[in-house]
């Protein structure tokens, strides 16, 4: 079945600082990708997405490029402020082993940003 | 903008009671869905809705969990007999029409079961 792996957290960065955070999956055909962010004591935003390879999502600084080659969505940012501080999760969605889709997520295990001043 | 509201914030019930999650999606989405994050752990889907009915559900999902839209706002989450292990945050999710819209996610229920 379709499967969603984020790099091992948590990540602990100072302020301005690049980020990355890998996200690699498994799916079925063609899947949408995305990445939501759930800051403390509220509910998954979405962050960024992409429906198709090459696509680059980006949102409020950050970006992350569909590569099927690599069946990768990593996240990354150029300068990390302390208000970055959150949950991020990758998520997809696509079909399911029968070959139908009604819109399911698939999400990672999350990864939680710290940001120092 | 439009947002998909949860009520309540946070649950607690004793073990083997019913308890009825409430949402209220975004007023012109047509699929709905449920999931859980258990502290720690992953978002898991358990359902998704649509057109009155359920389209998908995950192996979590079994006879002890229902939902239903009893009107045309609200959504709701039934699991019939709590264990220890539903204890969990439900999120309520709503999407417009196709596959790559975006779902738009609520606050959250925090179900704690004693």
């Known amino acids: 079945g379709n499967s969603v792996t984020q790099m091992e957290g948590p990540v602990t960065l100072s302020e301005e600082a690049f980020l990355t955070i890998n996200c690699t999956y498994t799916?079925?055909?063609?899947?949408?990708l995305f990445w939501y962010v759930q800051y403390p004591g509220e509910g998954l935003q979405l962050l960024l997405k992409?429906?198709?390879?090459?696509d680059k999502g980006s949102n409020k600084g950050f970006e992350a490029t569909y590569r099927k080659e690599t069946t990768s969505f990593h996240l990354e940012k150029g300068s990390v402020q302390v208000s970055d501080s959150a949950v991020y999760f990758c998520?997809?969605?696509?079909?399911?082993?029968?070959?139908?889709?009604?819109?399911?997520?698939?999400f990672g295990q999350g990864t939680i940003l710290t940001v120092h001043p | 903008e439009p947002e998909v509201t949860q009520t309540p914030s946070h649950q607690v019930t004793q073990m083997g009671q019913e308890v009825i999650l409430r949402c209220v999606p975004i007023?012109?989405?047509?699929?709905f869905y449920w999931y859980r994050q258990i502290l720690g752990q992953k978002v898991e889907f358990l359902v998704s809705?649509?057109?009155?009915?359920?389209?998908?559900k995950s192996e979590i999902f079994d006879d002890q969990f229902s939902v239903e839209r009893p009107d045309g706002s609200n959504f709701t989450l039934k699991i019939r007999s709590t264990k220890l292990e539903d204890s969990a945050m439900y999120f309520c999710?709503?999407?417009?029409?196709?596959?790559?819209?975006?779902?738009?996610f609520g606050p959250g229920t925090r179900l704690t079961v004693l």
């Open positions: 992409a429906t198709k390879a090459d």
């Open positions: 799916a079925t055909g063609y899947p949408s």
């Open positions: 999710a709503s999407r417009l029409t196709g596959l790559s819209d975006t779902q738009y």
């Open positions: 007023s012109n989405h047509l699929y």
């Open positions: 998520a997809l969605s696509g079909p399911n082993a029968g070959g139908t889709s009604y819109g399911k997520l698939t």
């Open positions: 809705f649509y057109n009155n009915e359920i389209s998908e």
